[in-house]
């Protein structure tokens, strides 16, 4: 994807969140920072009955976002004794790349961070 169409996801972004909660983002940082575009998508994705705000974080994380690996769902049954097998994964797939990439919420500490704090 060219980086303009990156950009222009990115704005789309942006304006349905100034639009819809006042928060203002940085369009360009969005594009070239993969942190603060996970915490600008997971901000997004955490309001609730936001459908419009759910799509565009979505298409930009798809867009900007390494893809992640499958995790899989389905059970495998041994057809011996129906338990399941060693490889079966009874854990549900991840959401999205952010819900997966991100690690369990951490204590926060006051830090010189620009993703720490949104404008």
Request: proline share 8%.
């Amino acid at each position: 994807m060219l980086d303009s169409e990156k950009l222009a996801l990115a704005a789309h972004l942006h304006v349905v969140m100034r639009r819809k909660l006042g928060r203002v983002t940085d369009v360009e940082w969005m594009v070239r920072s993969q942190e603060y575009a996970r915490e600008i998508i997971r901000v997004a994705l955490a309001e609730p009955d936001q459908p419009e705000m759910h799509d565009w974080a979505r298409k930009l994380e798809a867009a900007l976002l390494p893809a992640v690996a499958p995790v899989r769902a389905a059970r495998n049954l041994d057809a011996r004794d129906g338990r399941h097998s060693e490889f079966a994964d009874s854990r549900q797939a991840p959401r999205s790349a952010v819900e997966a990439a991100s690690p369990a919420p951490a204590p926060r500490v006051a830090a010189p961070r620009y993703v720490g704090s949104l404008r």
